[in-house]
Nanobody
C-alpha cells in the first residue's frame, strides 16, 4: 500500500509564493511518475503539473506554466511543487498523485494513489 502525504499549503497574498511537498511511503517511488492536481470549490479536479520517474520530463497546465515548478527527490521519496506569482484563481485543494506507470499523467484517472490534499488560499 502506498501513502502520499501533502504539506505546505496555507494562506498567501496574491503575488506570493508557496512550496508544496508530497512524501510517499514504499520502496518503489522512483519507478513511477508523479503528478499534481487541484480542485477549487464547486469545480472539477484539474491537472497542474507532472514529472516522469527520473525527473527528466515535466509538464504543466497552461495556467501555471512559467509560475510553478515541479521537481522530485527519489532519495527522499518526495515530489515538490514550487508556486510563484500566485493568483486568487490558484486557490484550491492541491493533490499529489502517483502515475500508474513511469510517465507523467495529465488525467487523474490514470493515477492509482492519491494524497489527502492540502489547501492553498490566495487572497487578492
Amino acid at each position: 500500500q502506498v501513502q502520499l502525504v501533502e504539506s505546505g499549503g496555507g494562506l498567501v497574498q496574491a503575488g506570493g509564493s508557496l512550496s508544496l511537498s508530497c512524501a510517499a511511503s514504499g520502496r518503489t517511488f522512483s519507478s513511477y511518475g508523479m503528478n499534481w492536481f487541484r480542485q477549487a470549490p464547486g469545480k472539477e479536479r484539474t491537472f497542474v503539473a507532472a514529472i516522469s520517474w527520473s525527473g527528466s520530463s515535466t509538464y504543466y497546465a497552461d495556467s501555471v506554466k512559467d509560475r510553478f515548478t515541479i521537481s522530485r527527490d527519489n532519495a527522499k521519496n518526495s515530489v515538490y511543487l514550487q508556486m510563484n506569482s500566485l493568483k486568487p484563481e490558484d486557490t484550491a485543494v492541491y493533490y499529489c498523485a502517483r502515475s500508474s506507470d513511469r510517465g507523467p499523467k495529465r488525467v487523474w484517472s490514470e493515477c492509482d494513489y492519491w494524497g489527502q490534499g492540502t489547501q492553498v488560499t490566495v487572497s487578492s
